[in-house]
């Protein structure tokens, strides 16, 4: 029989008879290993573990530890669940069921019944005696004609409308047990591995997320290999709750919405105002000993300059409309992104080498068109400021610029104690090379830059293909949460393209004309955004540094309110910022409130401490710390943030 060479990710070679399987080759590995696998990476593309190869191959196997092992099983699992709403809901036509990052849903049409919370419990029940039966996951391939064929036999015109899209040759079906799907996979060997369910919520979803269209109903599930991993997951949902930027910002009084002023588009309250502007204070004065200079640019843009950019005929659908002026033909947009009016700013005057690297920074608020349906808090917004930078510099440069951005970013993360991240090297889609623009060479320098720098820095990486802007390759912070969360914080682009577009030039030391490349990086990403993240990281304990109110001062009674006005005074000199709780309370009172506010320092002051110039001082979530006088709290205090920000 013809033999084929398997390489591991380890660099290993083995060789197996053609058509062996990944889970054959997991199996000759060791029997626990195939127990686990899910599915396999093979040339870079995910697939059933099942299915034959039939040529050397690069090969990952993929298990629960692995965000592709993770995908199969819960899309494994959405075909489940619509195996059991099919047996309990005869009739039910399907839509699309993905994986998600916290589980997966199915979008269905149940005709004149309906499915709500109530249904839950039989749902789950007869998922698990399903998933009990070990039914395998059958691929076929089928022709065209056959697949229309089976769903107007069941009048599925939802799988009708999807293989209208589809060419012979490469329409898939998949069968477990009583159910078959339109899918083109990938999928678990059977339903055995599926051992816990919980069904999450149930909402109203437009067909295909056209508003025009069918509401459908869209349940939302998580399944797990194992019970205790679901009884951990609801635990952690229930940490999540409690620490909910939405909630954690009304209790704070951080920001609040209005539907007078519009969906998606935040209120900063003064506190939160106070938080946000810290944060920008920080990240301002580390731009600028890293040489950047800060410039501020306009809501609003002509038309042509984001024609220019490729940005409107990349996204202008699906951005706010363009606003007319009394002047004919005039059109402008309210900006979605800053790195077109950078590269006019560029341009205001000629560039020499000697000028590059040129560092330009802004706090610049954009605009985004978002559906109502998918705006969440801060995280999903219509209005949001960006901490963009553009760095224009010559391709020699490149390598050491970003780095210097990686160093940043780290600075940041550091700062506010993000401990554990991963960076995600987003390159161009293997095959797909239409979804992108300029030259080849380019594209093969930015990607090759990108890695040999994040190689230097010892960065914890992943390569994702297809993940890349249109405009060129980049490196994305994934970080987790104390809750284990993944996010995306922070990004790092380099680009080829936008200077070719706005003819951006520089005159070379051999006196030529030549093109700057650009490098795109915002370390917060948006400071809406960030902000959510970090309230939920730290469950709105701020870092001293960076709370909004940083000490309360407590006065035992009336008799000491002006001797705590003194002190606030004095602190405040010291850029110590907080208030006097001047309330006719009991002590105990003003300590619970001051606690459930999330003030760092309670300040207690009495006639001891008006006595001896001194505080009684409480630290939030540890209690009393003892006396102290007032120039011996200022120390403290100051070492304490000196510290966290110097890290």
């Not at 309210?334 to 700013?345: D, F, G, Q, S």
């Not at 000490?551 to 003194?566: D, G, M, Q, V, W």
Request: aromatic residues 10%.
């Amino acid at each position: 029989m013809d033999k084929i060479k398997i390489t591991l990710p380890d660099g290993a070679v083995r060789e197996y008879d053609k058509g062996t399987s990944a889970l054959g080759v997991a199996l000759s590995i060791s029997e626990g290993l195939a127990r686990n696998v899910l599915s396999a990476k093979i040339n870079g593309v995910v697939q059933d573990a099942t299915l034959p190869i039939n040529q050397d191959a690069h090969l990952q196997l993929l298990t629960w530890k692995d965000s592709e092992g993770k995908a199969t099983f819960w899309h494994s699992s959405a075909h489940l669940m619509a195996e059991a709403i099919e047996a309990l809901f005869p009739g039910t036509k399907f839509g699309i069921g993905p994986a998600i990052e916290t589980g997966f849903y199915y979008d269905i049409d149940t005709g004149d019944k309906s499915i709500t919370q109530e249904d839950f419990a039989k749902i789950e029940a007869k998922i698990l005696e399903l998933a009990r039966q070990k039914n395998e996951y059958k691929r076929s391939e089928i022709s065209k004609a056959n697949a229309i064929a089976y769903f107007q036999e069941k009048g599925d015109e939802y799988k009708l409308e999807l293989l209208n899209r589809l060419n012979d040759g490469e329409i898939t079906f998949y069968q477990q047990g009583n159910f078959t799907d339109l899918c083109r996979g990938p999928h678990i060997p059977n339903t055995g591995f599926i051992k816990a369910v919980k069904l999450m919520n149930v909402a109203g979803a437009y067909w295909l997320g056209q508003t025009d269209r069918k509401q459908l109903t869209r349940v939302y599930a998580v399944t797990f290999p194992q019970d205790k991993e679901l009884k951990e997951y609801l635990h952690l949902l229930e940490e999540a709750k409690k620490r909910d930027h939405r909630k954690l910002g009304q209790e704070l009084e951080l920001f609040t919405f209005s539907e007078n002023v519009g969906k998606g588009l935040p209120l900063w309250l003064p506190k939160g105002t106070l938080l946000r502007e810290r944060l920008e204070q920080f990240l301002r004065k580390a731009q600028m000993k890293a040489g950047y200079s800060p410039v501020v640019t306009p809501h609003i843009g002509s038309k042509k300059l984001y024609e220019t950019s490729g940005h409107w005929e990349k996204y202008g659908a699906d951005s706010f409309q363009p606003i007319h002026t009394p002047e004919e033909d005039e059109l402008f947009l309210l900006k979605p992104m800053n790195c077109p009016h950078h590269c006019e700013i560029y341009k205001s005057k000629p560039r020499s080498y000697k000028d590059l690297p040129l560092r330009l920074a802004e706090f610049g608020t954009v605009y985004r068109y978002e559906q109502s349906g998918e705006l969440h808090g801060l995280t999903r917004v219509r209005g949001f400021t960006q901490d963009d930078a553009h760095i224009f510099c010559t391709a020699d440069q490149v390598r050491g610029e970003f780095g210097k951005v990686i160093d940043l970013v780290l600075y940041v993360f550091r700062a506010l104690g993000f401990e554990e991240y991963t960076a995600q090297i987003s390159l161009r889609h293997q095959t797909e090379r239409q979804k992108y623009i300029g030259k080849e060479e380019d594209w093969d320098k930015a990607e090759a830059d990108i890695q040999a720098v994040a190689s230097e820095k010892g960065l914890n990486t992943v390569v994702e293909y297809g993940e890349a802007a249109f405009y060129g390759p980049k490196l994305d912070f994934m970080v987790r949460d104390a809750l284990g969360r993944k996010w995306q914080l922070g990004t790092i682009q380099v680009d080829y393209q936008l200077p070719d577009r706005f003819q951006l030039e520089y005159i070379g030391s051999d006196n030529q004309k030549h093109r700057p490349v650009m490098i795109h990086r915002a370390p917060f990403g948006s400071m809406e955004r960030f902000i959510a993240v970090l309230t939920e990281h730290c469950a709105g304990n701020f870092p001293l540094w960076l709370a909004p109110e940083q000490i309360a001062i407590l006065p035992i009674s009336e008799r000491f309110n002006e001797y705590a006005k003194e002190v606030l005074n004095l602190l405040a000199e010291k850029d110590i910022r907080g208030y006097v709780d001047e309330r006719d309370e009991k002590i105990q009172r003003k300590i619970r409130d001051a606690e459930v506010k999330k003030v760092p320092y309670m300040l207690i002051v009495g006639e001891k401490e008006q006595e001896n110039n001194s505080l009684s001082v409480r630290r939030h979530g540890q209690g009393d710390l003892g006396s102290f006088k007032v120039e011996e709290f200022i120390i403290k205090f100051n070492e304490e943030v000196s510290q966290a920000i110097t890290v």
